[in-house]
């Protein structure tokens, strides 16, 4: 290769070593990686407006006559200009301004504006107009559409403009590498493409620009994404080289695990159980991704495959992303594997002192075969002796960082530790693909017996006191019922006052309830025995925060109330329904929603009326809120795109899959310099 793609901007006008510099920490060392900096939006700069025609809230260019110009003291101080078209006049405001700026208002002199136009107490108005002198009627106005471009501190909108236009002008004389195979298939070149994006001319559409739906942007999302799905694929090749302890399925201890269990494992779970097994027994690391609906019976298959790592000699860890969760898993495997003689262990964020020190001694000697824990389980002094398994449980909370630097956690000679991850938010296979390529996927697509669908209604918060009634009127029969409380503050402390207040509230109301409280706040042991009373039948109404999404079953619970659900998101709305359903019971949930609901609201709500399909529901979730939502963009480690959006581009991923193959297959000297283009050096896996 050579020109455009290896050309340093440092041979561009106005670049001296600093702007370099800036640029370089930007990721922008070629002329190349400007064509593929690209403007985030557009602003239409290529016609005047008269000012009559001008529409609140548009962007637009005028110009016209200063007619006067003054310095008012008003609330604040500005600098007020009135100017006149033939159509009609409008007031820029500037509230910091200088001598020379006030100057340029002379009554008389023509300006060409361009800003936001707002109604004000005087009519139309700009603020802080961009604006300039124009001398005699026919000025030139922009040829493009002016690209608005990502940016960092140092560099300014104009420069990134100079910038890429003298990248276009190479552009001009030497296309860059088409690096998808059979580009010719598609409508838009590549350098067609960038032509248009960096300067789409006057009769462009802004609205199909807007969506990201114009042909150009089609065509380099597409490259994008191929990318951004050959750079997950890469990041699992490089672990695959780094080799996995076989773990043979241990088919005596396997038999006697399940031969203790009061029912026999869904067809479903054996299905996934055995795509574990037969992953686990080869020498390069499992990443098995394992959806199953809330209630599916992901502990098992958990459990299945520990007991394979264990009984090959090496250890595993399970790790959960609350304590809550965590909890019920020590209860289960406890339960499930003491009487097979195998050795646990607890880590958590609250494991301190020497209790800390011992169990991290006993990881690190391999004594502890089964280790369960949270977050704690990353810090740097977790080590174990003979890692063998990885079990992430909820996984869309942990980065891909997180989830992978806990395979290195063993003996390096042991390569990696295989990996399952486990979630209960069923990720779209559509988003799946980019956002878990580097995982194999498994699907629990069957309840265990005996689950009873439950019934899922809307009620405005007017009719609460309804919804009181039902609840003791449920309570007053034996049956158990749920009340979640939401909020949208992140602080636990906040959540916890709220569920405070609304439990002191219905316990005035409902006087004869036996009513208890669990909120992330409680000590581990008030969370445990106020979950034991609720599970023992003692108390008949559980006043909870959102932790109890996770880790809870008490199958005569048939009864939930969750508030203000316009809150949160549908699949955290399934799973919190899943609590209920569990019994042989009919159940019903009720989201008590917050008046006024926007019709996109009840459009959401609505869609847990008509499903209990976690997979269609998680669609919906995606199609109505995006990804970053669904998954949380934070945690997720998806890489953040350039220009592909999701899920507007959503049509885009099965050509994507296609191409991706092809080049992994027939071209795989592609992949490189693709992920090279897109990612930069590909630093953000780098580090794994
Ligand atoms: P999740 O997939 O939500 O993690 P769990 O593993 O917690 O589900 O299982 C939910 C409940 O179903 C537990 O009480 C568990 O013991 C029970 N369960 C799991 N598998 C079966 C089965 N095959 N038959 C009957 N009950 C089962
Ligand atoms: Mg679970």
């Known amino acids: 290769m050579h020109g455009i793609a290896n050309l340093s901007v440092r041979e561009l006008r106005g670049v001296g070593p600093k702007l370099a510099g800036t640029l370089a920490d930007y990721g922008v060392h070629r002329v190349e990686d400007l064509l593929f900096h690209l403007p985030l939006r557009y602003q239409d700069r290529t016609r005047v407006t008269a000012i009559a025609a001008a529409r609140e809230g548009a962007d637009v260019v005028i110009e016209g006559e200063v007619r006067a110009a003054d310095v008012v003291f008003g609330r604040r101080r500005s600098l007020v200009a009135r100017i006149q078209d033939g159509s009609g006049t409008l007031t820029l405001r500037f509230f910091h301004f200088s001598a020379a700026q006030k100057n340029n208002m002379q009554t008389g002199t023509r300006l060409r504006c361009f800003g936001q136009v707002r109604r004000g107490s005087s009519g139309l108005e700009m603020y802080h107009p ?30 990134w403009r100079k910038l890429c236009e003298q990248a276009l002008a190479h552009l001009e004389r ?35 620009l807007r969506e990201g739906k114009h042909p150009a942007q089609l065509r380099l999302a597409l490259e994008e994404l191929v990318a951004h799905n050959l ?14 302890p076989p773990l043979r399925p241990d088919a005596k201890l396997l038999r006697a695990f399940l031969d203790n269990l009061p029912f026999a494992p869904t067809s479903a779970q054996t299905r996934v159980l055995a795509e574990i097994a037969t992953d686990l027994a080869r020498p390069y690391p499992m990443m ?23 009984g090959s000699g090496y250890q595993v860890a399970i790790m959960a992303p609350t304590e ?7 209860r289960t495997f406890s339960q499930w594997f003491e009487p097979l003689g195998i050795t646990m262990e607890w880590l958590s964020g609250r494991s301190k002192g020497n209790k800390r020190a011992a169990a991290l001694a006993r990881m690190a000697s391999g004594e502890a075969s089964l280790v369960i824990g949270t977050h704690a389980l990353f810090q740097d002094d977790v080590v174990f002796a003979r890692l063998g398994l990885v079990v992430v449980d909820e996984q869309h909370r942990f980065g891909v960082h997180q989830r992978l630097s806990l395979t290195k956690k063993t003996a390096p000679e042991l390569g990696r530790a295989h990996q399952l991850v486990m979630t209960a938010t069923p990720i779209p ?79 005035l109301a409902l006087p004869q309830l036996a009513i208890g409280l669990i909120h992330g706040r409680l000590k581990p042991a008030e969370k445990e025995s106020v979950m ?59 989201l008590l929603y917050q008046t006024p609901l926007s019709h996109s609201g009840m459009q959401r709500l609505a869609v847990l009326r008509e499903s209990s399909d976690g997979f269609y529901i998680a669609e919906k979730d995606l199609e109505l809120r995006g990804p970053g939502e669904v998954l949380g963009t934070r945690q997720t480690g998806l890489m953040e795109f350039r220009i592909a959006e999701l899920p507007a581009h959503n049509d885009l991923l099965d050509e994507v899959q296609v191409i991706s193959d092809t080049i992994r297959q027939s071209h795989p000297e592609l992949a490189d310099p693709l992920i090279q283009r897109w990612t930069g050096t590909g630093q953000q896996f780098a580090k794994v």
């Open 231 to 244: 750079s997950l694929h890469r990041l699992r090749e490089r672990q695959q080289r780094e080799g996995a």
């Open 324 to 330: 809550i969760l965590a909890e019920q898993h020590w």
């Open 130 to 159: 961009e604006y300039r002198p124009v001398h005699g009627e026919n000025t030139p106005v922009e040829e493009a559409l002016t690209p608005i471009y990502p940016t960092t501190a140092g560099i300014g909108q104009n420069q």
């Open 532 to 590: 034991a009373a609720f599970k023992r039948g003692e108390l008949a109404l559980l006043v909870a925060t959102t932790v109890i999404e996770v880790g809870v079953d008490v199958p005569n619970a048939s009864l939930m109330i969750v508030e203000n659900p316009e809150r949160l998101g549908l699949a955290q709305l399934h799973q919190l329904r899943g609590r209920v359903g569990r019994g042989a019971q009919a159940s019903h949930c009720v």
């Open 174 to 208: 030497e296309p860059v590498n088409e690096l998808l195979p059979a580009s010719s298939e598609y409508p838009y070149a590549l350098t067609r493409a960038l032509q248009f994006l960096h300067a789409p001319p006057p009769d462009a559409s802004l609205d199909l």
């Open 429 to 507: 296979r559509t988003l799946s693909m980019v956002a878990y390529a580097d995982l194999d996927c498994s699907v629990i697509d069957e309840l265990p017996p005996g689950r009873t669908a439950v019934t899922t209604v809307l009620i405005d918060n007017s009719r609460r006191p309804e919804v009181v009634a039902r609840v003791a009127a449920a309570c007053s029969e034996g049956r158990q019922a749920y009340w979640v409380c939401t909020l949208i503050e992140e602080s636990d402390a906040l959540q916890a006052q709220a569920a405070q207040a609304t439990a002191e509230e219905l316990q």
């Open 288 to 310: 098995r991704l394992v959806q199953g609906d809330v209630g599916s019976g992901k502990t098992l298959v958990a459990a299945g495959a520990a007991l394979q790592a264990i």
